[in-house]
């Protein structure tokens, strides 16, 4: 990919919480997937405020002590320029998720045999895209992608080689288009 122009940019992890125990005598259930983001371009639009979580109910409790530390930057000391002022968060109920997505990979498409939950590209959608963009799936599979292309108001393209899998995705896409 390299050679072809593309740079590396980020990894992510789909941490598929309710996963189905292994089914081999010798590995363990697979409860993750790697997800690797290319782009062309060192700069590349991502819209991260598009996905922002909550911050969850530790932060009453952490910033009720704040120390003096706390409320000033505390550069790091391996002087990467990093640091942290804790303070920034006080009054925040929304932040930047981390690289991990945390989703169960139940699905209502049983016919094939790799089918994930239509959140996993919804996430990416959103953070990539905006609408009216173009959303390239290579791999159309059943058509979970250009579902949630379309629900979020993406033009979609699919390329799939199986006949069976093109039709599949097909009456996936026209059951959303037609609700």
């Known amino acids: 990919m390299k050679r072809q122009g593309w740079l590396w940019t980020e990894e992510f992890i789909w941490h598929k919480k309710t996963c189905f125990p292994g089914k081999w005598p010798n590995r363990f259930r697979d409860a993750w997937e790697r997800l ?10 991502m819209y991260q405020n598009e996905v922002m979580v909550p911050v969850g109910n530790w932060i009453d409790t952490r910033m009720k002590n704040l120390s003096d530390k706390d409320r000033r930057r505390n550069n790091s000391r391996t002087g990467s320029g990093l640091g942290k002022n804790l303070s920034q968060w006080i009054g925040r109920n929304f932040v930047y ?40 799936d290579p791999f159309l599979g059943s058509g979970t992608t250009s579902v949630s292309a379309f629900i979020l108001e993406r033009n979609s393209i699919g390329i799939e080689i199986l006949e069976n899998y093109y039709k599949l995705a097909i009456n996936n896409i026209n059951r959303i288009r037609n609700k």
């Not at 690797?36 to 639009?45: A, S, V």
């Not at 699905?107 to 919804?122: C, D, Q």
């Open 36 to 45: 690797l983001q290319f782009n062309k371009r060192k700069k590349f639009n």
């Open 97 to 136: 998720p981390t690289n991990v997505l945390n989703l169960s990979p139940e699905t209502a498409n049983k016919s094939h045999s790799a089918v994930f939950p239509i959140e996993l590209p919804t996430w990416f959608i959103k953070l990539f895209t905006k609408p009216g963009d173009i959303v390239l």
